[in-house]
């Protein structure tokens, strides 16, 4: 008995030619597969390729279990129905545990056919689950493509329920509906609260490991004004540090700030719209370089082909190392920074004033600088300090350029070795087994983390007051 | 801005010296601005000291790692790391990043769409939402080296039954933390950027706010978000201060390891290959430095460049 507007089941060639691209899809992906595998588990280590049939066998099979339900009343229903999107669609939850494990299915065969890496497999059964669960309805583009979505559970399920016309109480919220709407809405609210938990346990971990450091048996205050900074050997002189982060910070921001104000003023009054498809990339290629890249550009090419020969003209002798080489790397990496936050600062204000300025005969260097950037100058301003935040937090460049490993003593010239407050982190993290065992060192490590933790907010928060205070509404 | 100058020359403008402003004198005017120009000069050698820094790094790189790059080429990528020049590779860093980013996308996309969904979709102003705000924006600002102390006291020590100690697995979950506000606050933004009639017109036809943000919100925000999410992905890929903390091994020898042994054991990534070449005596080393740091941008660049040409597909996909 079938409803009239029903449309006609696939024609067996059609059939055919889906299962074919199935078959291609599933060679692709063993493919795909078979390059992660190599990289993943490392050159034939644990991959054998002697079983590559296997997959093929059980595709067949599963090929033929489609084929045959297919040719069933209800099984040619369903595979239709779900092709196309004719009526109401199936239940979520339904089509995405089904999909999931047809596409996890594929996924993972080849991966077990080939390394029996059942970690591997894993992974790659939740990766393709949650995409397919993101896309609507569970569907998966390539199932459209191979138009073979067919479902055992499904198939003795829907078809009682789309015999029946829509009638208007369908579009009345049901129970399931209301409780699936309750669901999601509980998910995503913790999922939001996700950041709160982050930061409580930030706040907890850091400040109670801190306060161990502060109430240990060994700690004393003047253990923090001791010269140098050596934990291993008890002496954590806050000021080596600070000094070390100050030069730098302010090196940073005095290479970061011109350039990068420059950038942003140019893309925002000056760059016509062809010279921006030009300078915008190269900002954003400059803010993807890793910091560890800059850090290595600090020692291979900024100490050696800058510093040396730039610093023999003044008689200054450069090592390989110094904080100034480091400030300017770090400072490289401040430059995009500063121009995409100012650039968006300018960009915002509100074209009439331009014109009310060029009305009364100013320049454009004259409109540009008196007019546009005291308009914007909150958005600079936070630009600059969001800068400094990131100059006092960027750890990688100071670890491989600034020259202070376990410790550094005392040293107030930029043109040598340095430690700032990351570098000491990371230089103690790095031997965090080591550390662990000897005394107080590894709780200095949070000490320091929570000096961090409050310098950085402290920034953020002006910024945020002074955006907020001084932001003029247009 | 000549255009709003007056533009008949029979209309002359006195000026006060007396003299007639036309637009030929205007035009004059501007070409002998010498302020102006010296001005222009100067945001000009701004966006080339830029672009020479770009440059620099990036030939640098290619030039100390040509070396070691095509003499030992498929070497590099497929050994494992080692106290001889000759034989050290970047295989296992390829490894640990990759299976990082696998542990980032698979915890940081779901929860990162989430919180945005709900500050965007849910949450009226009260003062929970503002309290989550705060924090995500504030998180952003973290240094990522504070996240790695999280990843330390978090998942090295506290929950090293699971993660087994300082492993891909904690690595991947800090590195997650880390990615996470990025995620919101870039998917807060797509979302934002959804006109409320589309919201309304599905809300007209009788859905739950489930379905409108399922069916209508999500899928037309798409583009932003996955650019958003990929973008990320590319940031914990060159994140190394975390991974320090967190306890990546610069050296690390496998013999036979176990499925979950390569999850919980030892691991390093990329980002930790440069450093920890770097490190190292620079007469030897600075050619495996470099050619790692060629390995890292190539990965990063591609993952850039995949997002923008999925935003580009995506939004024309949508006709937007």
């Known amino acids: 008995m079938k409803p009239a507007w029903r449309p006609a089941p696939p024609s067996i060639w059609s059939r055919g030619f889906a299962a074919g691209l199935e078959v291609a899809l599933y060679l692709v992906i063993t493919i795909l597969v078979a390059v992660v595998e190599y990289f993943v588990a490392g050159p034939f280590q644990d991959f054998d390729l002697s079983n590559w049939w296997i997959g093929f066998i059980i595709m067949a099979a599963w090929q033929g279990w489609h084929w045959a339900a297919a040719q069933t009343p209800v099984g040619s229903y369903v595979d239709h129905y779900i092709a196309d999107t004719d009526g109401s669609p199936a239940c979520f939850w339904c089509v995405v545990v089904r999909q999931l494990s047809r596409f996890g299915f594929l996924i993972a065969l080849p991966v077990l056919a080939f390394s029996t890496n059942i970690a591997l497999a894993v992974a790659l059964f939740a990766v393709a689950g949650l995409l397919i669960a993101f896309l609507p309805d569970g569907r998966a583009p390539w199932d459209l493509l191979a138009g073979t979505v067919v479902s055992e559970s499904l198939a003795f399920e829907r078809p009682a329920a789309l015999a029946e016309i829509t009638k208007a109480s369908d579009f009345q919220l049901g129970p399931q509906r209301i409780a699936e709407n309750n669901r999601a809405r509980r998910m995503m609210l913790i999922a939001g609260l996700s950041s709160v938990f982050i930061s409580v346990l930030i706040l907890w971990n850091i400040f109670s490991e801190a306060w161990e450091f502060v109430s240990a048996s060994e700690f004393e205050w003047s253990l923090l004004t001791d010269i140098g900074w050596f934990p291993r050997r008890n002496k954590f002189d806050l000021a080596t540090l600070f000094v070390g982060t100050l030069w730098i910070t302010g090196i940073a921001i005095l290479v970061a700030a011109p350039v990068g104000l420059g950038v942003a003023i140019y893309l925002a009054e000056y760059a016509n719209s062809k010279v921006r498809t030009y300078v915008k990339p190269m900002i954003e290629t400059l803010a993807s370089i890793p910091s560890v890249v800059l850090g290595f550009f600090a020692i291979s090419f900024i100490s050696p082909d800058i510093l040396k020969p730039g610093g023999s003209i003044f008689g200054i002798d450069f090592g390989i190392f110094s904080l100034l080489s480091a400030g300017i790397g770090v400072g490289i990496l401040s430059v995009p920074i500063v121009a995409s936050i100012a650039e968006d600062a300018m960009r915002a204000v509100p074209k009439e004033l331009r014109e009310a300025s060029y009305g009364l005969g100013a320049r454009k260097a004259t409109t540009a600088l008196r007019v546009v950037f005291p308009a914007a100058l909150s958005g600079i301003s936070a630009a600059i300090i969001v800068a400094v935040s990131r100059a006092i937090g960027e750890t990688m460049v100071v670890f491989i350029a600034a020259g202070g490993s376990g410790g550094a003593i005392f040293e107030a010239n930029p043109t040598e070795p340095g430690q700032t407050i990351t570098a000491a982190m990371a230089s103690l993290g790095a031997g965090t087994d080591s550390v662990a065992g000897s005394g107080i060192a590894f709780q200095s490590l949070y000490f320091l983390g929570a000096l961090l933790f409050i310098m950085t907010l402290l920034l953020n928060v002006f910024s945020d007051a002074i955006v907020r205070r001084f932001r003029q509404v247009y | ?320």
């Not at chain 2, 006195?14 to 010498?34: E, M, P, V």
């Not at chain 2, 672009?51 to 790094?57: E, N, P, Q, R």
């Not at chain 2, 849910?122 to 003062?127: C, F, L, M, N, V």
């Not at chain 2, 060629?294 to 990063?300: D, F, K, Q, S």
């Open chain 2, 1 to 320: 801005m000549t255009a709003t100058t007056p533009d008949t020359p029979k209309s002359p403008l006195k000026t006060g010296a007396g003299k007639r402003l036309t637009l030929d004198a205007l035009k004059r005017d501007r070409s002998d601005d010498l302020t102006g120009q010296v001005f222009l000069g100067l945001l000009l050698l701004a966006v080339a000291i830029a672009g020479a820094m770009v440059l620099a790094v990036l030939i640098t790189v290619a030039i100390d790692a040509a070396d070691v790059l095509s003499t030992q080429f498929w070497d590099f990528l497929n050994n494992k790391s080692s106290s001889d020049p000759a034989r050290a590779g970047v295989a296992q860093g390829i490894r640990g990043s990759i299976l990082i980013a696998g542990i980032v996308s698979i915890v940081a996309f779901p929860v990162g769409i989430g919180a945005a969904v709900y500050l965007e979709e849910y949450a009226s102003d009260t003062k929970l939402t503002r309290l989550i705000e705060v924090t995500v924006r504030n998180l952003a600002g973290v240094p990522s080296i504070v996240y790695g102390l999280l990843g330390l006291a978090v998942f090295v020590q506290g929950l090293r039954g699971i993660t087994g100690g300082s492993s891909v697995i904690s690595a991947g979950l800090t590195l997650a933390l880390l990615v996470l506000p990025i995620i919101i606050i870039t998917a807060s933004e797509a979302i934002r950027a959804i006109p409320s009639t589309l919201r309304e017109g599905a809300y007209g036809l009788g859905a739950t706010q489930w379905e409108v943000i399922r069916t209508q919100v999500l899928p037309a925000a798409m583009p932003g978000i996955l650019t958003g999410a990929v973008l990320s992905i590319a940031r914990a890929l060159g994140e190394a201060a975390p991974l320090l903390v967190v306890g990546a091994a610069a050296f690390y020898s496998t013999g036979f390891q176990g499925q979950l042994d390569q999850l919980q054991g030892a691991f390093t990534a990329l980002p930790m290959n440069v450093a920890t070449f770097a490190k190292l005596p620079a007469d030897v080393w600075a050619g495996h430095a470099a050619a790692a740091s060629v390995v890292v941008l190539v990965l990063v660049f591609a993952i850039n460049l995949a997002a923008i040409i999925m935003r580009a597909r995506l939004t024309k996909k949508l006709g937007r």
